[in-house]
């Protein structure tokens, strides 16, 4: 698959230039641990359907596996191990105490009854229970799951803990255990990295223009984030089209539009695009949001911005990102820019160890904290060795795991 080649390219590349030995490299090349599971389903008909459930723990040198479950029918072990080690160098871009894990179960959520999906969630987790724990391996929502599916599993969990555990898991209910500001995280970790960055580049706020592909969590949290820094959001788009206004758009006004008509396109008085106009339009700042392989050879040839934040996981295919990077333009990685969604898993677990409860300006100070110091922490590094910023994030990945699975050792 793509994205683990091209992430086990960088590995290599990495460790290369670290001078890490080999064999290190080798070990980081393969999971600790896969775990293939059936999940068999009462359905609402009766009959009993049986699911492929996986989990993957890809290394937890720096502290328990972590990483979300997904459910989808083309959800297979290949991407799941993809998706672990992606998960164990984002937390230790962070520096967040986690390793990297993912999971999922091959399913069309879709086509099952709520009920249907909570029998499968139940089963999964019981499942799951030898293997999982506050400080084994936490997972946490992803692709079609959300904060109820956790409260199933911390049930289940806790049942057979014998004691009620939310830590078992992160993106939880408020009302058990979830954490404020999670919604807002991801969008705001990465509008820190946009502030420092312009910094860096002397672009000031107001005179920096703002495009956000995708107008969902992440985006929209992003646009209005930036938007309330003074940065100037002069395009935002969503499946169903794109508005483009030099002028400039408050994004709540925005998403009101989103929420009366279904879509972004046609906000009053504003120019409507096509995906492929959107793309084109001059900007400074580009910011995909929405899915994995939004760029790629195909249109990277018409983007006129100046920098790219990855706000999607994936959204810049290998090809894409090199041919932007050798244009001229600054990318800004995923496993950087979208970090704020694991960072603030580690607050909301934080504060379930510690039995507290912390305001929603606590969890975004330290939030911040946490962006900005790995935002200089790469920064710096891509300066002095004259590196792009993906190269330097996993060379600072790296060698935080292969330290730390060194003195393990030792
Ligand atoms: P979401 O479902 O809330 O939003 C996705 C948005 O993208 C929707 O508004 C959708 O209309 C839009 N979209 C889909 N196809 C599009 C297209 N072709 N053009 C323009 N817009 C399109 O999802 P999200 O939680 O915001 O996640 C977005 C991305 O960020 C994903 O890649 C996800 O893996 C990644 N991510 C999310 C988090 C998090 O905390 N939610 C954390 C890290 C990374």
Redesign the pocket.
């Known amino acids: 698959m793509e994205i683990f080649d091209s992430a086990l390219s960088f590995l290599e590349a990495a460790g290369e230039r670290l001078g890490t030995d080999k064999k290190e490299i080798g070990k980081l090349k393969k999971p600790d641990r896969v775990i293939e599971l059936q999940i068999p389903v009462k359905m609402n008909d009766g009959s009993t359907k049986v699911f492929n459930g996986y989990r993957v723990q890809y290394n937890n040198a720096r502290g328990p596996y972590k990483g979300g479950l997904r459910y989808h029918p083309r959800v297979n072990m290949d991407e799941v191990k993809a998706l672990a080690f992606w998960m164990a160098i984002k937390c230790a871009v962070v520096d967040v105490p986690f390793g990297g894990g993912k999971g999922g179960v091959e399913v069309d959520p879709k086509k099952l009854t709520e009920r249907e999906l909570e029998n499968l969630t139940r089963e999964f987790a019981r499942k799951l229970a030898p293997y999982i724990g506050p400080q084994t391996d936490v997972p946490a929502p992803?692709?079609n799951t959300n904060a109820k599916v956790m409260s199933w599993i911390v049930d289940e969990y806790s049942k057979i803990a014998g004691e009620f555990t939310p830590a078992v898991v992160t993106g939880k209910p408020l009302t058990l255990g979830g954490s404020k500001g999670r919604e807002i995280?991801?969008g705001w970790g990465g509008v820190v990295i946009l502030r420092e960055y312009a910094k860096k580049l002397a672009m000031k706020p107001a005179e920096t223009s703002v495009a956000v592909?995708?107008?969902?969590?992440?985006?929209y949290w992003f646009a209005k984030s930036a938007y309330d820094l003074g940065f100037k959001v002069i395009g935002l788009?969503?499946?169903?089209g794109?508005v483009w206004s030099e002028g400039g758009f408050d994004p709540e006004e925005v998403l009101f539009h989103k929420k009366q008509t279904g879509s972004v396109a046609d906000f009053p008085g504003r120019e409507t695009l096509s995906?492929a106009q959107f793309f084109a339009r001059k900007v400074d700042v580009l910011v995909p949001?929405?899915?994995?392989n939004?760029i790629t050879e195909e249109n990277a040839g018409r983007v006129r911005a100046k920098v790219i934040i990855e706000?999607?996981?994936?959204?810049l295919t290998a090809n894409a990102s090199r041919f932007l990077i050798e244009k001229g333009i600054r990318v800004v990685p995923?496993i950087l820019a979208?970090?704020?969604?694991?960072a603030a898993s580690y607050l909301e677990w934080r504060q379930n160890l510690d039995k507290q409860s912390w305001a929603e300006k606590q969890v975004l100070d330290r939030l911040e904290e946490i962006m900005t110091r790995a935002f200089d922490a790469v920064w710096e590094l891509s300066q002095k060795e004259k590196i792009d910023m993906k190269l330097a994030a996993y060379m600072i990945a790296v060698d935080r795991i292969v330290r730390a699975m060194k003195q393990k050792e030792s």
């Open positions: 992803d692709v995280a991801t592909q995708g107008l969902g969590n992440v985006g788009s969503d499946s169903r794109a995906e949001a929405a899915l994995e939004a706000m999607a996981n994936g959204p995923d979208n970090a704020g969604g694991v």
